[in-house]
């Protein structure tokens, strides 16, 4: 009514809504509850992560992000003032196949069967590799994923999808993790059958791992990173060129989804954030 008294008779408003003149002017006057100023306050805290989230995150990640921040909030107060300022997550969508197998070779054995549970880092990874779009062509992205923690390990991108651009990814997650005896599980893309990333397992002391032709399910994991990245990303921005996809892809997965974004399978923690608190577990209980 206080919107549209400039339009309308405040009377005649009141006779529409069914309240009293008198009631209306009360109300006007009377200061906001406790419970108001309350919902304001939070919703600008709601605000704030969700635009620091890059308009991502919706109801259960924002209430990780308040609980550690000391503030107990029901999940469904949240939602009712995100829905009152128009916020949301984002939603996922299936992504493109990028799986070329061929026939002339051997793939490696199924050492996970669809188990991607691993009690410490360094025990599985998996990898794969998705299409970025560009105005100037595709962009080739291969991850390499620890499943302790959901972190990205390595990643590589290429122009193409030649096996180099697989080989990359893991001389990155080898760098960074020197791991002993890791199983590394992709799909049967030739570029994981090919004769030269065999060669590096072997030489890096890696055990190649791969799924069944044309199941999604065994290689969940990664998919599942995939698509985070359409959804939070790929499907939000347009790339006028490779280089500025380049950029912005270091920066989702080195600047966002490693350090900060919060991941439900690990308890709403970010991949950087689990491995540390898990180190500094196992530390306290050693004798």
């Not at 600008?44 to 635009?51: E, G, L, N």
């Not at 791992?209 to 698509?227: I, L, P």
Request: charged fraction near 20%; aromatic fraction near 10%.
């Amino acid at each position: 009514m206080t919107a549209n008294q400039a339009q309308f008779p405040i009377q005649s408003m009141c006779e529409v809504f069914g309240v009293s003149r008198s009631g209306f002017y009360a109300w006007q006057s009377r200061s906001p509850s406790n419970r108001a100023v309350e919902d304001a306050a939070l919703s600008q805290r709601i605000a704030a992560i969700h635009t620091a989230s890059h308009q991502t995150y919706g109801s259960p990640r924002i209430h990780a992000e308040l609980r550690e921040g000391g503030v107990a909030v029901g999940r469904k107060r949240i939602e009712r003032l995100m829905k009152v300022d128009g916020l949301a997550g984002v939603s996922r969508r299936r992504s493109a196949r990028t799986t070329i197998r061929d026939d002339r070779v051997r793939p490696a054995c199924d050492l996970v069967d669809r188990n991607f549970y691993a009690e410490a880092p360094n025990q599985l990874w998996v990898a794969d590799i998705t299409s970025i779009p560009t105005w100037a062509g595709f962009l080739y992205l291969a991850v390499v994923l620890d499943a302790f923690s959901r972190r990205i390990v390595g990643w590589s991108m290429a122009n193409n999808l030649k096996t180099q651009v697989v080989v990359d990814a893991m001389n990155m997650a080898l760098a960074q993790r020197h791991p002993t005896n890791v199983i590394h599980h992709s799909d049967q893309g030739s570029q994981y059958t090919s004769v030269a990333f065999g060669l590096r397992c072997k030489e890096a002391g890696v055990r190649p791992s791969m799924g069944s032709v044309g199941d999604a399910y065994d290689n969940a994991m990664c998919e599942s990173f995939f698509a985070t990245l359409e959804c939070e990303l790929l499907d939000r921005r347009k790339f006028p060129t490779k280089a500025e996809a380049r950029m912005a892809v270091f920066s989702f997965i080195e600047g966002w989804y490693n350090p900060a974004r919060r991941h439900s399978a690990i308890g709403y923690k970010s991949p950087i954030e689990y491995e540390r608190s898990v180190k500094v577990a196992s530390k306290s209980v050693s004798p």
